[in-house]
């Protein structure tokens, strides 16, 4: 019945029952989607986290199902439901859209805050989580604050790769050139490549200036041929999420045996001709960059910030 997007998920909207009040917006993958029906109580998809998590299962905030209503479309979600604890938003207040946003670009908070998330979680909360409201908070500012910054560091390279897509400057860019060969299969090819030196980096096997540099510098050429592939075959950034991938596996690292498999499959999806199993490829991919940062303990930015240096002096990134 439900269109699940090619990440397989669906956003959706919580409105209370009540009032009207729109309190939140979060995704559901399928199971999400079951267990709410299920159980009666809102379960939804974090894309960091890459798991399921139930509103209010640390706070007592739960959300009760009232209704559940379709779009026309069949992709998105209207949940109305009887919010406990009075209070949707893991900053304490009722609803996350709480600030009004004035003509000089600053916020004007409307409501009144209902519980101190200082003491409900331990800790402060980030003011700018959207999916992680009731995980450890410490560790939330944290990750919430390198997603978005990953996420705006990787926009923009994918943004100056699809300008090389559609822009042929094949006489002064070696990116412009492949992107307009149009060849996927040799891309993949050179990320095999790629993907077997940065395990090697982890290993001890494939040394040139030490673990921790070796890592940024082979992690960001798997994070270029991803995006190339990513590119050639018109797939827009929301489609594929690179950065809650790495994080996924940065914050939960998997064994070396499971990246050795994990790479087996990402090559052999990305050499697929279905699209989800094209997207699910990248997922892949990117998750292994995270994996290498984490067993080389370099900051999971370092790769994206390594390759938008470089783009800062041929001139693509301001």
Known sequence: MLNFDRQGLLPVVIQDEATGEVLMVAFMNEEAFSMTRQTGFTHFFSRSRNSIWRKGEQSGNEQEVRGIYVNCEENSLLIKVVQHGGAACHTGYCSCYHRRLLPDDTYQIEAERIFDPELVYGSKKSPISNDESDFPIAMDYKRNEEQDKLEIELRQLYEVYKYLRDNDMSETSNTSRLLQDHSPSYLATRLADELQELADVQTGDHIH???????????????????????????????????????????EPYSENKAIEQRQDCLSLLTSNQPAALVQGLHIGFALIGWACAEAKVSPLAPAEHDLAQMQRRGFVR
């Open 209 to 251: 200036a030490g673990r921790e540099d070796d890592t940024i510098l082979e992690a960001s050429q798997v994070g270029y041929w991803l995006m190339l592939l990513a590119a050639t075959v018109n797939l827009q950034y929301e489609d594929f999420t690179p950065h809650a991938s790495i994080l996924s596996t940065y914050y």
